[in-house]
Each structure stands twice: as C-alpha cells, then as structure tokens.
C-alpha cells in the first residue's frame, strides 16, 4: 500500500487549503520501518506479557502504600493487649440472624460477641476458640449473657449462673454462694467473672493475682449494678450512690461528690467512668483520653442509659436516639441516626443498639482485613504503612548509588587512562565492603545514639554509598563505545566543553542501560533493607517495615499459630522485589532484543 500524495484530487486539495497540510498516511509496514527507537523499546515492552505484570503489580503496590495510608493511618503508639494475635476476620459484629427481631440480651467481647434471643436460645459470632463454642445448656431459659477478654456468663430465668470460653484462673469454678443464691446480673470481664444476686451482694472470681476487687463487707446487700475494666469494678447502690472496688486509690476514686445520692446508671472505660443522674445529666471522671470528658452538649438532661467500650461511650437518649463520643479509632464513637431504641451494650470497640421491635444496629471494629500482631495492632495499616517506608529507603538509596554510579562512570569511560585505572580501583574497593555487616556495625554502635529518622536516614545512605561500583562499570563500558562515534567527534571539532560533551551528548544516548540497572537496583536495596530490618539492626518498633514485621515473627509459635503475622508481610515483599526484576527484564529485553540469545 503506497503512500497517498497530496492534491492528487480536487478534494485533497481543498483540504490542504482549508485543514493544512497533515501527515501522509502509512501503510503498517511503512509506519514500522521509520518508528523511532524509543518507540521500537516500548511497542518490545508492551509485547511482553511477564514486563507488563509486573510493571501493573508494582505501580498497583506502590500506589497502595502513599495513597491508603491517607484513608487508614497508622497510630505509631496503639497497643492494645486485648486484640493481640488476632486472625484475620470481619465478623466480629455479624450477630446471627435469629437475633434479629427477637433480642433480649446482647453483648460484645474483644472479638467475639454472644446474646439471647426470645426463646431463651444463646447466639455466639466472631472470633471464637474450641472452648467457647460449646455453649451451656439449661432447662430454664437464658435471660442475660456477658462477654469478656475470652470467655462469657449466661444466667437462666431461675437467676443460675452459666460459664464458657476460657476455664484458666479458675473461671469455671463458680462460687457456691453465687451457686446458692438467685443471681440478677452477670459480668464477664478481663480474666475475671462478677455475679449480683438479687439481696445485692457481689460476688467474684477468677485471676484476683491480676485483677484484685474487694467488695466491702458493709455494702454487702446494697449493690444495684456493677461494671468493670482491666483494672478495677465499679458498682452502684440503692442509695444511688458509687461505690470504687479497687484495692488501691486511683483516678476512678475521685468520684464527684455532687453525683452522690443521684446516680441511676454507670459505665467505665480503661481510664474513665461516667454517670447518669436521676435528672438526665452525664458526669465524666478520671482520665481525659481520647476526649472522654468533652460531652455532647445536647445529651445533657435527656441520657437515660449509658455503656462504655475501651475508651468510648454510648448514651440512650429518652428519645430513644443514641449518641457516642471518645475513642473513634474504629469508627465506634460515630454513633448512626437511630430512633425507637431501647436498649444499648458497648465493649470494647463495638456497639450493639435494640429498637422496641428487637431490631439490632451495630457500629465499630467489624474485624481486621490481616489480623493483628503481637500488640494488638492492625497489620493492613502497618503493612501499608511499612511499605511505604520500605519502598522509600530503596528509592532514594537507588537515587544516591544512580548519581555516584553514573558521574564515576562517566569520567571514567571519558577520560580513560590514569583516571579510568584510580576510579575503578575506587570502585572495587567499595565493592569489597560487605553491606550487612557494615550496617549491623554501625547500627550497634550508633544506632543508640540518633533518633529513628537519624538511624533510617543512615540506611539509605549506607545502600547508596555501597551499590554504585556496578553501574559505574555499566556507564563505563557504554561510554567507552559512545565516545569514538562521530557525533562526539563532531562536538570536540565544535568547541563544545568536555563535561557538556559527556552529560548532554552521550550520557542520554545510554541512559536507558542505566534505567535498567537502576530498576533491579531498586528491588536489591528494598531486600537489603529487609534484611536488616529482619535481622534487628534496621528500622526499629514501633515503625513499620516489612523487615521488621517479619522480624517480629521469628519464632516457630507464630510460625506455626498466628500465620498471617509472617504470609501477608511476606507476599508483600516477594511481589514487589519480583514484580519489579519483571519489569526490568523486560526494559533490558525491549532494549537489546538479542539479550535472550546470549
């Protein structure tokens, strides 16, 4: 197919007069013999399907680690012991649908929840062991149940007490006085069980080495309701009154004096306590965290209940509206627009709402896409946020080792002679410093010594400093073959200055060798920091790389136990190194076509 000429007919030529004149159309073979070679590179690129992959896995990882972290950031402080090791799993709120419409006791535990349908039946979801799914049975009816850390109550209509989950600390041995007496409330807590019977005695058992609560001998018979945290009980009296089980003085033992004589319902957090008095007013005490004592103004003079979570509460209006405030880390203090509601039940970071048609709304940590970690941290935002810092440290040790590599290279392969022999020698004396070890010197002895941003900047040099000696000789060899081309005789011949000669005449004629070393540089510094990481002298905890996430995972217990501590870090880190010597090969391929027959 031949090219069209222009103004070989009348109409053409009123297009060339009117449109301008435009390129003469190619036939395909045509087009291909004159395409540029930039353009032959990546039409190569684009054919191969394993350079595109990995070209398409990369930028999808890369984008996932600067943007996510915006909408999932990462609280470099957050410990919380209660969601330690917890597997990956969005059930957490996901109540059976028997519940629906028929609830008359729900609770939440750490990650599991448990309640009582009309039936008298027991519903259990989320996270459970072996034990805590062999649920009690009873003749009688459950009318109330209770979750804790990891075990739960249930008591029947006849007021008999019922234990499950976890049996350490003696938590299935109930108490013959609590065996003996009707019970009118249970409370599952942190590592310990409570029981109030209806003559208002308290009752506990379980890890009193951890959790120490004496209940008063004079009170004895005058408690109404209790509520409890990791630390401490807390309990209401006939009288309307507060009284602070705890064995020593704390925050929570300055209660208002104000408050005393009117109190009709209590909650507690892990470092707060809030009442509701007689004439609807919400009165926080003890720690301010997470903005617990800045109370919605206009639940003042309507709260007619009230629950608390690990650092949140949530107040039922008389409206039958609720509102939450505090803790907001999973969304537990973002309360919906609800009406009709009747009852509420917060623990932990998850909240359950009864309208007076038994309809259940939830809100809060619904689960953890990865699980969670030793400390009980989210390792979806880590693993975002660790991979962000790791891409970082091998990006801008690759841009240090590329600028070293490439003016040593240059003058190098320029200049040749005496210059050429004392930068390689340079080069090979570079190449001979073991990186790991030098890096795990460095980090013993200083590493003490300068902040975290100090210790992170100092890996990124120390890789850009030691990876250069490669593409030096790269750069070398290509502009030993560069400069006997007429071009750069041409420029010599023209006046034009050396360096100009070298960075602006021949260096560009090169620059796509050096993309390419650059790029699977790229993937060797993200391992070694990895590797450093890994081996407990990179970037320390509580930052986030996926070295020290795998660091974190040496052990065959967790191995063998908490799998997703080590898998998701792990494809993490072996999709990005490889995708991007995907990549790579494929820029190396598409530049010199023949590299496979060599």
Not at 247 to 271: C, N
Not at 438 to 444: D, K, N, V, Y
Not at 454 to 482: D, K, T, Y
Request: aromatic share 10%; net charge positive.
């Amino acid at each position: 197919m031949a090219k069209r000429t222009y103004g070989s007919t009348f109409t053409d030529v009123l297009k060339t007069l009117f449109l301008g004149r435009r390129a003469a159309t190619l036939s395909i073979l045509e087009e291909e013999q004159v395409q540029s070679p930039y353009r032959t590179m990546l039409r190569n690129f684009s054919e191969k399907w394993s350079a595109m992959l990995g070209l398409y896995i990369f930028l999808a990882i890369f984008l996932a680690v600067f943007i996510l972290p915006i909408f999932f950031p990462m609280d470099i402080g957050f410990q919380d012991p209660t969601q330690k090791n917890t597997k990956p799993s969005s059930s957490f709120m996901r109540y059976s649908k028997e519940l629906d419409g028929a609830a008359v006791s729900i609770d939440g535990g750490s990650v599991f929840g448990v309640g009582v349908d009309a039936s008298g039946k027991i519903h259990q979801w989320g996270t459970l062991t072996a034990k805590q799914q062999k649920l009690p049975t009873s003749a009688a009816k459950f009318v109330q149940v209770s979750a804790g850390l990891d075990h739960a109550l249930a008591l029947d209509e006849n007021g008999r007490v019922y234990t499950w989950g976890n049996d350490r600390f003696t938590l299935s041995a109930i108490p013959p006085l609590v065996s003996g007496q009707r019970v009118k409330q249970v409370l599952a807590g942190h590592q310990i069980s409570m029981a109030l019977t209806e003559s208002g005695s308290i009752s506990v058992w379980g890890n009193t080495n951890l959790i120490t609560i004496p209940v008063p001998a004079d009170r004895q018979g005058t408690f109404t309701k209790m509520v409890a945290n990791t630390t401490l009980a807390l309990a209401t009296t006939k009288a309307g009154e507060v009284v602070v089980l705890s064995s020593k003085e704390t925050p929570f033992s300055y209660v208002p004096p104000e408050i005393q004589g009117k109190v009709v319902d209590l909650a507690v957090t892990e470092r707060s306590a809030a009442a509701v008095t007689s004439d609807g007013r919400v009165v926080v005490w003890g720690g301010e965290d997470h903005g617990v004592q800045e109370i919605p103004a206009q639940i003042q003079g309507k709260t007619v209940a009230i629950s608390a979570g690990r650092g949140h509460y949530t107040a039922l209006l008389g409206d039958g509206t609720v509102a939450s405030w505090g803790w907001n880390n999973y969304k537990q203090a973002k309360a919906p627009k609800l009406k009709n509601i009747v009852s509420i039940s917060s623990a932990y970071f998850q909240n359950y709402a009864v309208d007076k048609n038994g309809k259940i709304y939830t809100w809060g940590l619904k689960g953890y896409l990865m699980g969670t970690d030793q400390y009980g941290r989210d390792l979806f935002t880590r693993l975002l946020t660790g991979g962000r810092v790791t891409l970082t440290i091998g990006a801008i040790a690759v841009i240090i080792s590329g600028l070293i590599g490439i003016i040593i290279g240059s003058f190098s392969g320029y200049y040749g002679g005496k210059t050429d022999m004392l930068l390689m020698r340079l080069a090979e004396v570079v190449n001979a410093i073991p990186f790991l070890p030098l890096a795990m010197i460095l980090s013993a002895i200083i590493g003490s010594r300068i902040s975290e941003t100090g210790r992170i900047s100092m890996i990124m040099v120390i890789l850009g400093l030691l990876s250069w000696p490669s593409l030096a000789r790269l750069v070398r060899g290509q502009i030993l073959a560069a400069r006997e081309q007429e071009f750069v005789t041409a420029a010599k011949a023209m006046g034009i200055k050396e360096i100009k000669i070298i960075f602006r005449h021949i260096l560009p004629n090169v620059i796509t060798v050096v993309l390419v070393n650059l790029t699977l540089s790229f993937a060797l510094c993200m391992l070694y920091e990895s590797s450093l990481s890994y081996l407990g002298f990179g970037v320390n905890e509580p930052n986030a790389t996926w070295g020290n996430m795998l660091y974190g995972c040496n052990d065959s217990t967790v191995m063998a136990q908490y799998w997703w501590r080590w898998v998701f870090p792990a494809i993490a880190l072996s999709l990005c190194t490889v995708s991007i010597n995907m990549a790579g090969d494929g820029m190396r391929d598409a530049i010199d076509p023949k590299s496979n027959d060599r």
